[in-house]
């Protein structure tokens, strides 16, 4: 399996797959309440048979080259991840998305991971368009789709409804072009 560093703080990236459910339980456990005010993934992983069920239809998605899940570790420890949530080649369209424990904010980890993606889905993939969705009131999200220099596109009105709340989303996305020129410039 490989690992890929996210800097010099311990953080690192690797596949999320159906034999680390147990270890991806007790991370939802200890953030179920913090990641879950903004997205579902703790709902849908309530025990051991539910958190493989998750992690494997992610690894089925990877199998059929349709969308991929990471953990994002540090210090061996699994914090969070980062993911695709769609993945189009024919279209050339992907969705990035992203969960973190609240004790592992404001270290850059989401950033730092969302750029691998970002990097490979353009670089190795040729994807053109890399979409990210986020509640309006997701401050941090939309914050992480700020520093990546995603351009906001858009607002669906109340068009997703999370527990018992219709939620405004956002839409940002970042061109092929537009991401290779930030990097050959050395931003983002």
Known sequence: MFAISLGDDGAELRPLEPWHAGEYLAHMDRGREYIGRSIGLPDRATDLASATALLQLYADKAAADSGRLYGIWLDRVLVGGVL???FDTESGNCE???WLEEAA???GL?????????DWAVGERGMHR????ASSSNTASINVAKRLGMVREGVLRESNPYRGVRHDMEIWSVLARDWRTQRAAGGR
Do not use: D, Y
């Open 130 to 133: 890399v979409e990210w969705i």
């Open 96 to 98: 990035v998305g992203c």
């Open 84 to 86: 695709f949530r769609t």
């Open 105 to 107: 904010v404001g270290r």
């Open 110 to 118: 989401i950033t730092r991971a969302i750029r691998v993606l970002i």
